[in-house]
């Protein structure tokens, strides 16, 4: 008896120390996921709604075409188009944008850029009717210019760029279809040809005939009946010099396979045509990154991007003993009094 009350308690202490170490594990866990949640933000934010922070350069930014004023809301299908203004906005998901003159952005799952270049710092997905971009708090430029050619250009963190399976179109982007007219059926046999009427007979070009000349021959005839003495007329075989072929069909190149997405790093760039074909991702020179910070993305606001820090940081990895551009205020440190001296 003496023996089993021992073993029992010793089962029970024994599954205690076991309760507690369980307990442990988890309450650990639970307290590095909360500190890494911050990192694992989802990168597909969804942005419904910007506010304009800041407008520069005049007054011509407009939402639904409408002139807009700073704190003026563009919601979830709406549009925020910029004439020769620029203009500062706050998305839902905290991410700020910077819009340049000349530009058209659409409110939506993704900030789509119709045209003109966009600066994004945050946690905001931007796209073109080609390509999406899927981004993790980090800073990079959208550009679309007028023919569909479209930059990607990351200052900052990663961007992945991602190409669409199908275009992105809106409704006004949908080209009008055309009626065909309806020719109606012959019903009847007739031998006769139809009588076709100029409103239904298809309108072609003319183009005026003009008399076949036959160039005169610059060549010299060989006269093959009486040839030459001593030197008889060899027959021609088709074999060039060098047993070279006179014409060599080449196969035909195939395309290369396109990919569907690239990552960009900090200081890279990458080219997307009409057709969202990505090309091959460069290296940012100084002088690009230099006149980013100096163009009129950076220069004139009054709120600096958040992420500018990172960004010095990433300019001094790239290009060391470069000068940054832009001036960046430090901490004001208050003066403290100093504390007088005890008497003993």
């Known amino acids: 008896m003496y023996l089993w009350n021992l073993f029992k308690k010793f ?3 024994l599954v205690r120390q076991q309760r507690q170490k369980r307990l442990a594990f988890f309450f650990a866990g639970l307290c590095i996921f909360a500190l890494a949640a ?3 933000a989802p990168a597909s934010a969804q942005s419904t709604q910007a506010t304009v922070q800041e407008i520069l350069d005049g007054n011509q930014v407009f939402i639904q075409n409408q002139r807009a004023s700073v704190n003026d809301v563009a919601r979830q299908q709406q549009q925020v188009r910029t004439g020769n203004s620029r203009t ?3 998305f839902n998901t905290g991410a700020v944008a910077r819009l340049s003159a000349n530009s058209v952005l659409n409110i939506g799952q993704c ?3 119709r045209q ?3 600066l994004i710092n945050g946690a905001v997905n931007a796209c073109s009717s080609s390509i999406t971009t899927g981004v993790r708090g980090t800073t990079y430029l959208l550009e679309v210019d007028e023919s569909g050619n479209q930059q990607v250009k990351v200052l900052e963190g990663e961007v992945v760029v991602k190409r669409n399976a199908t275009p992105i179109t809106d409704e006004d982007d949908q080209p009008t279809t055309e009626t065909k007219p309806t020719v109606p059926k012959q019903t009847t046999p007739s031998t006769e040809k139809p009588n076709v009427t100029p409103t239904t007979a298809p309108k072609f070009k003319q183009f005026g005939s003009f008399p076949t000349v036959i160039p005169p021959r610059t060549t010299p005839r060989i006269n093959t ?3 030459p003495k001593g030197k008889p007329v060899e027959p021609l075989n088709g074999k060039p010099a060098n047993d070279k072929p ?3 069909m ?3 190149i195939s395309p290369a396979q396109q990919p569907d997405e690239v990552v960009l790093k900090a200081g890279e760039k990458v080219e997307v045509n009409q057709g969202g074909a990505l090309g091959i991702i460069q290296q940012l020179t100084e002088n690009e990154f230099v006149s980013l910070l100096k163009g009129n993305l950076f220069e004139g606001f009054t709120n600096q991007i958040p992420g500018i820090d990172k960004v010095r940081s990433v300019f001094n990895g790239l290009f060391p003993g470069a000068n940054f551009p832009i001036s960046i205020p430090g901490i004001p440190i208050p003066n403290i009094p100093s504390i007088p001296g005890l008497p003993f």
Do not use: Y
Request: glycine share 4%; no cysteine; hydrophobic share 40%.
């Open 11 to 13: 089962s029970q202490k």
């Open 38 to 40: 911050p990192q694992l």
């Open 246 to 248: 006179i014409l060599q």
């Open 225 to 227: 009946s009486n040839p």
């Open 116 to 118: 003109g270049t966009i």
């Open 111 to 113: 900030a789509r850029l």
């Open 88 to 90: 500062a906005l706050l």
């Open 250 to 252: 080449e196969k035909p």
